[in-house]
Protein backbone atom coordinates (compact mmCIF):
# COMPACT_ATOMS: atom_id res chain seq x y z
CA UNK A 1 0.00 0.00 0.00
CA UNK A 2 1.01 3.54 -0.78
CA UNK A 3 1.53 5.84 1.89
CA UNK A 4 -0.60 8.44 -0.25
CA UNK A 5 -3.08 7.62 -2.51
CA UNK A 6 -4.67 9.46 -5.13
CA UNK A 7 -6.89 8.64 -7.99
CA UNK A 8 -4.62 9.06 -10.91
CA UNK A 9 -7.83 10.53 -13.26
CA UNK A 10 -7.86 12.40 -15.12
CA UNK A 11 -10.88 14.09 -13.57
CA UNK A 12 -12.99 15.87 -16.41
CA UNK A 13 -15.85 18.35 -15.09
CA UNK A 14 -17.40 21.33 -16.58
CA UNK A 15 -16.58 25.20 -16.07
CA UNK A 16 -18.79 26.07 -13.06
CA UNK A 17 -19.30 22.78 -11.66
CA UNK A 18 -17.46 21.50 -8.22
CA UNK A 19 -14.25 19.67 -8.64
CA UNK A 20 -13.67 16.65 -5.96
CA UNK A 21 -10.85 15.32 -5.23
CA UNK A 22 -9.78 12.28 -2.84
CA UNK A 23 -6.43 11.31 -1.24
CA UNK A 24 -6.11 8.44 1.73
CA UNK A 25 -2.77 8.17 3.86
CA UNK A 26 -1.79 5.12 5.52
CA UNK A 27 0.36 6.81 8.60
CA UNK A 28 -2.36 7.21 11.58
CA UNK A 29 -0.29 9.85 13.34
CA UNK A 30 0.34 12.33 10.69
CA UNK A 31 -0.68 15.66 11.36
CA UNK A 32 -0.30 18.03 9.02
CA UNK A 33 -2.39 17.99 5.16
CA UNK A 34 -1.09 20.06 2.35
CA UNK A 35 -2.88 20.30 -1.33
CA UNK A 36 -0.62 21.81 -3.82
CA UNK A 37 -1.24 22.41 -7.44
CA UNK A 38 1.01 21.71 -10.27
CA UNK A 39 0.75 23.07 -13.98
CA UNK A 40 2.25 21.21 -16.74
CA UNK A 41 6.00 21.54 -16.52
CA UNK A 42 6.27 23.59 -13.59
CA UNK A 43 6.72 23.00 -9.99
CA UNK A 44 4.36 22.22 -7.49
CA UNK A 45 2.48 25.70 -4.98
CA UNK A 46 0.36 25.19 -2.25
CA UNK A 47 -3.43 25.58 -2.06
CA UNK A 48 -4.46 24.91 1.40
CA UNK A 49 -2.72 23.13 4.57
CA UNK A 50 -5.07 21.54 6.96
CA UNK A 51 -4.42 19.89 10.45
CA UNK A 52 -7.65 19.82 11.97
CA UNK A 53 -10.50 17.16 11.45
CA UNK A 54 -13.52 19.16 9.37
CA UNK A 55 -13.36 22.00 6.66
CA UNK A 56 -11.11 24.58 6.44
CA UNK A 57 -12.17 26.92 3.73
CA UNK A 58 -10.61 29.34 1.53
CA UNK A 59 -11.90 31.42 -1.25
CA UNK A 60 -13.51 28.84 -4.52
CA UNK A 61 -11.28 26.19 -2.18
CA UNK A 62 -12.44 23.85 0.39
CA UNK A 63 -10.08 21.50 2.60
CA UNK A 64 -11.82 18.20 4.60
CA UNK A 65 -9.94 16.03 6.83
CA UNK A 66 -11.24 13.11 8.76
CA UNK A 67 -8.53 11.76 10.50
CA UNK A 68 -10.87 8.81 11.72
CA UNK A 69 -10.92 7.76 7.94
CA UNK A 70 -7.36 8.72 7.02
CA UNK A 71 -8.92 10.64 4.41
CA UNK A 72 -8.57 14.11 3.08
CA UNK A 73 -10.20 16.18 0.19
CA UNK A 74 -10.22 19.14 -1.94
CA UNK A 75 -13.39 20.67 -3.45
CA UNK A 76 -13.15 23.02 -5.79
CA UNK A 77 -16.35 25.09 -6.34
CA UNK A 78 -16.92 27.50 -9.39
CA UNK A 79 -14.32 25.53 -11.11
CA UNK A 80 -12.58 27.71 -13.84
CA UNK A 81 -10.49 26.38 -16.89
CA UNK A 82 -7.32 28.20 -15.49
CA UNK A 83 -7.78 25.42 -12.70
CA UNK A 84 -6.48 22.59 -14.73
CA UNK A 85 -4.14 21.23 -13.63
CA UNK A 86 -2.72 18.06 -11.06
CA UNK A 87 -3.40 18.07 -7.76
CA UNK A 88 -1.23 16.79 -5.51
CA UNK A 89 -1.91 15.98 -1.88
CA UNK A 90 0.91 15.63 0.52
CA UNK A 91 0.94 14.42 4.03
CA UNK A 92 3.93 15.26 6.77
CA UNK A 93 4.50 12.02 8.00
CA UNK A 94 8.66 12.82 9.79
CA UNK A 95 9.14 14.57 6.12
CA UNK A 96 6.90 15.05 3.47
CA UNK A 97 4.86 12.20 1.23
CA UNK A 98 3.12 13.17 -1.84
CA UNK A 99 0.81 11.52 -3.86
CA UNK A 100 1.08 10.59 -7.45
CA UNK A 101 -1.26 13.56 -8.58
CA UNK A 102 -4.79 13.76 -9.91
CA UNK A 103 -5.02 15.63 -13.28
CA UNK A 104 -8.02 17.84 -13.29
CA UNK A 105 -9.78 19.12 -16.70
CA UNK A 106 -11.98 21.78 -16.53
CA UNK A 107 -13.83 22.33 -19.91
CA UNK A 108 -15.39 25.62 -20.85
CA UNK B 1 16.34 36.13 -3.36
CA UNK B 2 12.69 35.94 -3.48
CA UNK B 3 12.24 32.16 -4.24
CA UNK B 4 14.05 28.94 -4.66
CA UNK B 5 16.42 28.59 -7.77
CA UNK B 6 18.05 25.59 -9.05
CA UNK B 7 20.46 25.28 -11.77
CA UNK B 8 21.25 24.06 -14.00
CA UNK B 9 17.12 23.85 -15.06
CA UNK B 10 18.41 21.34 -17.87
CA UNK B 11 20.71 18.53 -17.83
CA UNK B 12 21.62 16.34 -20.74
CA UNK B 13 23.95 13.67 -19.66
CA UNK B 14 25.58 10.43 -21.36
CA UNK B 15 24.95 7.35 -19.09
CA UNK B 16 27.89 7.01 -16.91
CA UNK B 17 28.80 10.57 -16.55
CA UNK B 18 28.56 12.32 -12.89
CA UNK B 19 26.02 15.63 -12.40
CA UNK B 20 25.83 17.95 -9.76
CA UNK B 21 22.55 19.88 -9.37
CA UNK B 22 22.28 22.94 -7.35
CA UNK B 23 20.01 24.44 -5.13
CA UNK B 24 19.37 27.74 -3.68
CA UNK B 25 16.91 27.96 -0.74
CA UNK B 26 14.86 31.24 0.23
CA UNK B 27 17.24 32.84 2.56
CA UNK B 28 16.81 31.92 6.09
CA UNK B 29 15.14 28.51 5.41
CA UNK B 30 16.04 25.84 8.05
CA UNK B 31 14.88 23.23 5.89
CA UNK B 32 15.47 21.67 2.72
CA UNK B 33 14.20 18.85 0.78
CA UNK B 34 15.14 17.27 -2.53
CA UNK B 35 12.73 15.44 -4.68
CA UNK B 36 12.89 13.11 -7.67
CA UNK B 37 10.00 13.47 -9.54
CA UNK B 38 9.12 11.47 -12.89
CA UNK B 39 6.84 12.09 -15.58
CA UNK B 40 3.06 11.46 -14.42
CA UNK B 41 3.89 10.77 -10.84
CA UNK B 42 4.29 12.73 -7.61
CA UNK B 43 7.55 14.68 -6.22
CA UNK B 44 9.58 11.10 -4.46
CA UNK B 45 10.99 12.07 -1.36
CA UNK B 46 15.05 11.60 -1.70
CA UNK B 47 16.97 13.71 1.34
CA UNK B 48 16.28 16.52 4.15
CA UNK B 49 18.52 18.52 5.86
CA UNK B 50 17.91 21.04 8.30
CA UNK B 51 20.43 23.52 8.25
CA UNK B 52 23.86 21.64 7.23
CA UNK B 53 23.11 18.55 9.14
CA UNK B 54 21.71 15.48 6.65
CA UNK B 55 18.52 14.03 8.82
CA UNK B 56 17.39 11.48 6.70
CA UNK B 57 18.42 10.55 3.43
CA UNK B 58 16.15 7.38 3.13
CA UNK B 59 14.72 8.70 -0.29
CA UNK B 60 17.83 8.30 -2.15
CA UNK B 61 17.61 5.20 -4.60
CA UNK B 62 21.12 4.26 -4.68
CA UNK B 63 24.98 4.87 -3.24
CA UNK B 64 25.48 6.78 -6.01
CA UNK B 65 23.21 9.55 -4.90
CA UNK B 66 25.20 11.62 -2.71
CA UNK B 67 23.77 15.66 -1.08
CA UNK B 68 25.32 18.26 0.59
CA UNK B 69 25.01 21.39 2.38
CA UNK B 70 28.20 22.25 4.06
CA UNK B 71 27.17 25.71 5.04
CA UNK B 72 23.14 25.30 5.64
CA UNK B 73 22.78 27.37 2.55
CA UNK B 74 22.92 26.05 -0.63
CA UNK B 75 22.47 22.47 -1.27
CA UNK B 76 24.01 20.18 -4.09
CA UNK B 77 22.70 16.74 -5.50
CA UNK B 78 25.73 14.74 -6.90
CA UNK B 79 24.52 11.45 -8.59
CA UNK B 80 27.36 9.42 -9.93
CA UNK B 81 27.47 7.45 -13.15
CA UNK B 82 24.31 8.02 -14.30
CA UNK B 83 22.12 5.74 -15.55
CA UNK B 84 18.56 6.32 -17.97
CA UNK B 85 16.26 5.16 -14.74
CA UNK B 86 18.21 8.50 -13.25
CA UNK B 87 16.23 10.76 -15.81
CA UNK B 88 13.74 12.71 -13.93
CA UNK B 89 12.52 16.17 -12.71
CA UNK B 90 14.71 16.87 -9.45
CA UNK B 91 13.07 18.89 -7.52
CA UNK B 92 14.39 21.49 -4.17
CA UNK B 93 11.93 23.01 -2.16
CA UNK B 94 12.99 24.82 1.49
CA UNK B 95 10.69 25.36 4.43
CA UNK B 96 10.79 27.47 7.71
CA UNK B 97 8.23 27.02 10.71
CA UNK B 98 5.31 29.47 10.57
CA UNK B 99 1.67 29.56 10.85
CA UNK B 100 0.83 27.15 7.50
CA UNK B 101 3.66 24.74 9.64
CA UNK B 102 5.62 23.03 6.95
CA UNK B 103 5.22 24.41 3.96
CA UNK B 104 7.18 24.18 1.52
CA UNK B 105 8.41 26.53 -1.41
CA UNK B 106 9.42 24.58 -4.21
CA UNK B 107 12.16 25.74 -7.20
CA UNK B 108 11.46 25.39 -10.24
CA UNK B 109 13.39 21.93 -11.21
CA UNK B 110 16.08 20.69 -12.56
CA UNK B 111 15.57 18.39 -15.66
CA UNK B 112 17.93 15.86 -15.98
CA UNK B 113 17.72 13.30 -19.09
CA UNK B 114 20.22 10.33 -19.54
CA UNK B 115 20.79 9.10 -22.71
Known amino acids: QKEVEQNSGPLSVPEGAIASLNCTYSDRGSQSFFWYRQYSGKSPELIMF????GDKEDGRFTAQLNKASQYVSLLIRDSQPSDSATYLCAVNMNDMRFGAGTRLTVKP | GAGVSQSPRYKVAKRGQDVALRCDPISGHVSLFWYQQALGQGPEFLTYFQNEAQLDKSGLPSDRFFAERPEGSVSTLKIQRTQQEDSAVYLC?????????????FGPGTRLTVL
Open chain 2, 93 to 105: ASSSPGPSGNEQF
Open chain 1, 50 to 53: IYSN
